[in-house]
């Protein structure tokens, strides 16, 4: 960890936390995912057995930029409240599983003693430009030469600006396919000056660079030398490559410490 002092998160434990992701594909666009159906769907996933297994909650909306809800007829604020309703189901189910958990172990089942050892975060995920376009850019790492890190910038702009203020604990950066996608996440968390904790989670098909080619230690260094981010993790990668990448990225964490 980058910062342990400032933020004790010491794993990504992320078992479990695709179910309401998967739930979400079910329900098509123009039932928009507050309805009460999926509202239902998504708490019961959290509250069952999944809280048992993690220690970061996820609320995905991974491909669901605010253009996504522009494009589909939605307001600007309606697209808003959709970010942050996402961010509201996983809080809510946070809190019903804690009281339940506080009600078992007074009477002596137990599972207080769980969240007493690994509290339970709440993430908000933040996918790429490419998972927006959904023509497989996002594990290509492929934008063109017209995206720059400007254009970048302005695309992630308002997501970055809402979901700080929607009571998640941090935000997750996930499946970052190229450098400059870095670079971009990096420039804005610092000239907005996000509050809360950030992670940047690259992909990769080689086990030795992030899918674009670019160098996995370059777009590391870029998220180490940010001071808003406090993990740097891999994700949607062949697991046989983990390992490696992983050791990789601390390297170049153990290089930059004083």
Same mark, same amino acid.
């Given at each position: 960890m980058?910062?342990?002092?400032?933020?004790?998160?010491?794993?990504?434990?992320?078992?479990?936390?695709?179910?309401?992701?998967?739930?979400?594909?079910?329900?098509? #666009?123009? !039932?928009?995912?507050?309805?009460?159906?999926?509202?239902? +769907?998504?708490?019961?996933?959290?509250? =069952?057995?999944?809280?048992?297994?993690?220690?970061?909650?996820?609320?995905l909306?991974?491909?669901?930029?605010?253009?996504k809800?522009?494009? /589909?007829?939605?307001?600007?604020?309606?697209?808003?409240?959709?970010?942050r309703?996402?961010?509201?189901?996983?809080?809510?189910?946070?809190?019903v599983?804690?009281?339940?958990?506080?009600? =078992?172990?007074?009477?002596?089942?137990?599972?207080?003693?769980? %969240?007493?050892?690994?509290?339970?975060?709440?993430?908000?995920?933040?996918?790429?430009?490419?998972?927006?376009?959904?023509?497989?850019?996002?594990? =290509?790492?492929?934008?063109?030469?017209?995206?720059?890190?400007?254009?970048?910038?302005?695309?992630?702009?308002?997501?970055?600006? +809402?979901?700080?203020?929607?009571?998640?604990?941090? #935000?997750?950066?996930?499946?970052?396919?190229? /450098?400059?996608?870095?670079?971009?996440?990096?420039?804005?968390?610092?000239? !907005?000056?996000?509050?809360?904790?950030?992670?940047?989670?690259?992909?990769?098909?080689?086990? +030795?660079?992030? +899918?674009?080619?670019?160098?996995? %230690?370059?777009?590391?260094? #870029?998220?180490?030398?940010?001071?808003?981010?406090?993990?740097?993790?891999?994700?949607?990668?062949?697991?046989?490559? #983990?390992?490696?990448?992983?050791?990789?990225?601390? /390297?170049?964490?153990?290089? =930059?410490?004083?």
């Open positions: 980058k910062h342990p002092r400032d933020f004790q998160v010491h794993k990504q434990l992320r078992t479990s936390t695709m179910l309401d992701y998967e739930a979400a594909q079910t329900i098509p #666009i123009n !039932e928009v995912p507050m309805t009460n159906s999926f509202l239902q +769907v998504s708490m019961k996933l959290y509250t =069952s057995t999944t809280l048992k297994l993690v220690q970061i909650l996820l609320s909306h991974h491909t669901r930029p605010l253009f809800g522009l494009k /589909k007829g939605f307001s600007r604020e309606e697209s808003e409240a959709m970010l309703k996402s961010v509201e189901i996983a809080c809510d189910a946070r809190d599983y804690t009281e339940n958990c506080s009600k =078992s172990s007074c009477e002596g089942a137990g599972d207080g003693e769980i %969240l007493k050892n690994r509290p339970i975060l709440v993430a908000t995920s933040v996918g790429s430009y490419g998972a927006y376009l959904a023509d497989g850019s996002e594990y =290509s790492g492929n934008y063109g030469e017209a995206i720059t890190v400007e254009v970048l910038k302005d695309f992630h702009r308002r997501r970055i600006q +809402v979901l700080p203020e929607s009571g998640a604990d941090l #935000i997750a950066f996930e499946t970052v396919p190229n /450098k400059i996608e870095a670079q971009a996440y990096a420039e804005h968390l610092e000239e !907005e000056d996000i509050k809360i904790p950030t992670w940047f989670s690259f992909n990769s098909k080689d086990g +030795v660079n992030v +899918v674009s080619g670019d160098s996995l %230690l370059d777009c590391a260094s #870029i998220a180490e030398s940010c001071k808003k981010v406090v993990a740097v993790g891999i994700n949607c990668t062949p697991p046989r490559f #983990i390992l490696g990448l992983i050791l990789a990225i601390k /390297k170049v964490q153990y290089c =930059s410490l004083p």
